[in-house]
Every structure is written in structure tokens, then in C-alpha cells.
């Protein structure tokens, strides 16, 4: 079974810093390429981050760029999301996503089941 | 940015009905656009991809069509495990963009 964990989650103050972190199983980890999605309540899915199978090539969203970055590790069958300077509005759930095959950023065909941050003074 | 619109907001239908849902790309996004289910407390599961694939496992009832910057999702029939939200996704630029959905309930 295809299985994505996230673990690291939690309440931090404003201009904290967290690291997620997303255990996978069931695939070939190092075949496909690896999103984080975050879903405010009562919001739509926000896309934040992208990263190719060899990590070669990383997109993140405008609103997380230069305070959030993505990264991973093959050996380990492991995605990661470090965020820094955090904002109240970056408290949502968060999702660890899988995309395409190979280099494309693929359909989102398997979420895990998310774990959520908040951001409170 | 392509921005995705999507309407009506919240459908109100019975059991049996059609549900009829679109999405609107405020430029084209070719066939780059898929559609997913969300019941509360549950995460997005894929339903359709490249406008009118089904994913796996998901049932006929459930058909989409469009090109360009105009979509729609079909479901035929609505069954009672089919009350939920539907977002629809773009990739076809940088970055990729969800709608804000619409969420059908039962009338």
C-alpha cells in the first residue's frame, strides 16, 4: 500500500521555525517527484513546494519563498519541509503529496493524511 | 499565476440528481486540469486528471470535460457518499493552482 506520514507538526509563536518531515512506503521513493500542500480551514489546497526525483530541480510557491524549503533524501525514503520566520496565516494542515513519475510534477494522486501547524502568540 | 475559478460555490441536490460543477482558468491550461473530492476530515482524493481520466477506482458516474479555460465535472446520479467538496487543479504553468471549490450537499 502507498503510504505518505507526515510527523513534526505542531504550535510554535510567530517567527518560530519547524521542520516537517514525511516518511514514505509502498514505491519506489526515489522515482517520483514530491510536493507540499497546505489546506487552511474552510480553504482550498495551497501548493507550496515542488522537488524532482534527484532533487535536481525545486519550485516553491511566492508565498513561502526564501522562509520555507523543501528537500529530501532518497537513502531514506524521506521528504522534508523546513520553515522558517513563520506567519500566523502559515497555520493550516499540511500535506505531503506525491506527483508524476520521473521529473514531472505529475497528478496529486496520493495525499497523506497531513499533520497541522499553528502559528500563535 | 493561472487562477482557477470555480462555481456555483455550494450545490444543494438530492440523492439521484445530476451534479453539474465547472471551473474557469483565467488563461488556458490545455487538458493540464483534474478534479478532486474532499469529505470533511478526509484529504483530497484524485477523481479525474487530464480533464476527463477517471482515476483508479473511481466509479462511472463521475465524468469531466472542457478545454482551454473551461471545465466541468459530471456526476450522474449523486449517491449519498458523494456529498463533499470538489476542487479542481491545474499544472499546466508555474505555479500549480487549485480553485476554491464547490461543495455539494444534500438539499
Known amino acids: 500500500e502507498v503510504q505518505l506520514v507526515e510527523s513534526g507538526g505542531g504550535l510554535t509563536q510567530p517567527g518560530g521555525s519547524l521542520t516537517l518531515s514525511c516518511a514514505a512506503s509502498?514505491?519506489?521513493?526515489?522515482?517520483?517527484?514530491l510536493n507540499w500542500v497546505r489546506q487552511a480551514p474552510g480553504k482550498g489546497p495551497e501548493w507550496l513546494a515542488y522537488?524532482?526525483?534527484?532533487?535536481?530541480?525545486?519550485h516553491h510557491a511566492d508565498s513561502v519563498r526564501g522562509r520555507f524549503t523543501i528537500s529530501r533524501d532518497n537513502a531514506r525514503n524521506s521528504l522534508y519541509l523546513q520553515m522558517n520566520s513563520l506567519r500566523a496565516e502559515d497555520t493550516a494542515r499540511y500535506y505531503c503529496?506525491?506527483?508524476?513519475?520521473?521529473?514531472?510534477?505529475?497528478?496529486?494522486?496520493?495525499w497523506g493524511q497531513g499533520i497541522v501547524v499553528t502559528v500563535s502568540s | 499565476e493561472i487562477v482557477l475559478t470555480q462555481f456555483p460555490a455550494t450545490l444543494s441536490l438530492t440523492p439521484g440528481e445530476r451534479a453539474t460543477l465547472s471551473c474557469r482558468a483565467s488563461?488556458?491550461?490545455?487538458?493540464?486540469l483534474a478534479w478532486y473530492q474532499q469529505k470533511p476530515g478526509q484529504t483530497p482524493r484524485l477523481l479525474i486528471y487530464?480533464?476527463?481520466n477517471r482515476a483508479t477506482g473511481i466509479p462511472v458516474r463521475f465524468s469531466g470535460s472542457g478545454f482551454g479555460t473551461d471545465f466541468t465535472l459530471t456526476i450522474n446520479s449523486l449517491e449519498p457518499e458523494d456529498f463533499a467538496t470538489y476542487f479542481c487543479?491545474?499544472?499546466?504553468?508555474?505555479?500549480?493552482?487549485f480553485g476554491g471549490g464547490t461543495k455539494v450537499e444534500i438539499k
Open positions: 509502498g514505491f519506489i521513493f526515489s522515482s517520483y517527484s
Open positions: 522537488i524532482s526525483t534527484s532533487s535536481y530541480t525545486i
Open positions: 487543479h491545474q499544472r499546466s504553468n508555474w505555479p500549480p493552482h
Open positions: 487530464d480533464v476527463s
Open positions: 503529496v506525491r506527483g508524476g513519475a520521473g521529473s514531472t510534477i505529475g497528478w496529486f494522486d496520493t
Open positions: 488563461q488556458s491550461v490545455g487538458t493540464y
